[in-house]
């Protein structure tokens, strides 16, 4: 005989009462497939326990995991791009904005943001793969320019968390204007002698690269990112050769002279604060 036996036939509990696990409690790692719980992720910085695998994050986690307690000043938030194109692929361009607006609760592919990481006053520029693919419009060009503005006025280093599709095809040649503005920027911070931080995460693409991402007095990345400017289609479709294996990962662009170092995203608040002592 059975140690359990069931009294009543089937189930009873009524649809109300029934209890949902909440969205988002538990994720698959991209990498390894196995579950990760929610909390587990936030302890262990995004980065799967199992195989190291750093999960694609936003500018709420990267604040979260760089900034002392969580703690900081959030730097122009209401720019919101315009529609100077009045520009329609399969939708209108401002009904795509008004999408990613409910979406992602965000204003635009970047958050700006000053506060002290490990004790040392910093300013963070981070994009959001989210929005339209982290794409470089008008936008993300005038938020980097006034957060270099910001950081030369006050002299705090200045860091870029880069994580873009490249530039936003929808503004077409005001998107391209901002690799210019944003290198002329860059060029009066390091002539004002203050650090600039270049973070490449996954994925970092096109305009971006070809900008402000490679331009760091330090260039640093995760592992396993994607760094490039076209894609390995695009490029093998053109010089008609195979590509070698792992290219374009942050392992092989560090192997080939274009990066500083690949840091892990658990260790990497106690990287920079030493670096900022350091260079302080």
């Not at 190291?52 to 986690?61: D, F, T, V």
């Not at 795509?96 to 204003?107: A, F, P, V």
């Not at 705090?156 to 944003?182: D, H, V, W, Y």
Request: net charge positive; charged share 25%; hydrophobic share 35%.
């Amino acid at each position: 005989m059975a140690w359990f036996k069931r009294e009543k036939k089937g189930i009873i509990t009524s649809t109300e009462e029934k209890k949902e696990t909440p969205d988002g409690l538990w994720n698959k790692c991209p990498s390894c497939k196995k579950p990760l719980h929610y909390a587990e992720q936030v302890e262990n910085k995004y980065v799967c326990q199992y195989c190291a695998y750093h999960l694609r994050i936003g500018s709420k986690e990267y604040f979260e995991i760089l900034f002392d307690d969580n703690q900081f000043t959030e730097l122009f938030p209401n720019l919101r791009s315009g529609d100077p194109l009045n520009f329609t692929d399969t939708k209108k361009y401002t009904d795509r904005l008004e999408e990613s607006y409910q979406k992602t609760g965000l204003n635009d592919a970047i958050r700006s943001a000053t506060g002290k990481l490990a004790g040392q006053d910093l300013v963070i520029a981070c994009m959001d793969f989210n929005f339209i693919g982290g794409s470089m419009g008008s936008v993300v060009g005038e938020k980097i320019a006034r957060s270099i503005d910001y950081s030369i006025k006050h002299k705090i280093p200045f860091m870029m968390i880069s994580k873009s599709g490249g530039a936003r095809m929808m503004e077409a040649a005001f998107s391209l204007m901002q690799m210019a503005k944003t290198s002329a920027k860059l060029a009066l911070l390091s002539k004002a002698k203050i650090p600039y931080i270049s973070l490449l995460t996954d994925p970092t693409t096109g305009g971006v690269t070809a900008s402000y991402a490679m331009l760091g007095d330090i260039n640093i990345s995760e592992p396993g990112a994607l760094i490039g400017f076209a894609g390995p289609r695009v490029i093998k479709e053109t010089i008609k050769k195979d590509l070698p294996k792992g290219f374009q990962t942050s392992e092989f662009v560090l192997e080939h002279g274009f990066l500083d170092f690949i840091v892990d995203r658990r260790q990497m608040k106690a990287k920079l604060g030493s670096f900022l002592k350091m260079i302080n």
